[in-house]
């Protein structure tokens, strides 16, 4: 039986780069959880609906299970493991929800935080309602959400106070390679 195509890939993770070949069909979501380990980021449905899977894309939010790992080529992915920072102190979000009471079972709170994340960068005192609305595409079936708007509003005033509003996340640059070759 012929091999499958493959693809060579070269991505930047929570400040880890890696090469590796993948099947160009291989989701984003399943090359971070299955291939790199990085299981922190969960699959809710598979289908773009709940949002679980939400991880940054070169400064973008994206639904990971929409996205190929080919389409990462080349590019910097920040999940919710790449948010504390290099000394291990939690993101102000990651704090907010744990103090808040914004998560039950936490399926959704990856998704959650790194949608949010997002929106404090562009919007670094947002109302409710702004919060509500960048929120909308992802689903939380444990809390009513009331905690989580508390969260990232919480979050949002302590990063004012910090005179940053994202001081956090942009991948801590680890000089480390994995995968199957070995560094150019
Ligand atoms: S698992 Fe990707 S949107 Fe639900
Ligand atoms: S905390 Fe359970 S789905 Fe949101």
Redesign the pocket.
């Known amino acids: 039986m012929p091999r499958a195509s493959v693809a060579r890939i070269s991505v930047n993770v929570d400040g880890v780069d890696h090469r590796d070949e993948v099947e160009p069909r291989l989701l984003l ?1 399943h090359y971070l959880r299955d291939t790199l380990g990085r299981t922190g980021t969960p ?11 939400t991880v940054d894309l070169d400064g973008a939010t994206v ?4 996205v190929l790992a080919v389409q990462a080529d080349g590019g910097r992915v920040t999940t919710i493991q790449g948010l504390a920072g290099p000394d291990g102190a939690w993101h102000p979000l990651q704090t907010a929800f744990h103090e808040q009471h914004a998560l039950q079972c936490g399926y959704c709170t990856p998704g959650m935080i790194m949608a949010a994340r997002d929106l404090l960068r562009e919007t670094p005192d947002p109302t409710p309602e702004q919060v509500r609305d960048a929120l909308e595409g992802n689903l939380c079936r444990c809390t009513g959400y009331q905690n989580i708007v508390r969260a990232v509003l919480a979050a949002a005033a302590e990063l004012r106070r910090q005179g940053a509003p994202e001081p956090r996340g942009q991948g801590v640059d680890v000089p480390q390679v994995s995968g199957q070759e070995a560094p150019a």
């Open positions: 979501v699959i809710g449905c598979d289908t773009g609906n709940c949002g679980a899977c639904k990971s299970c929409q």
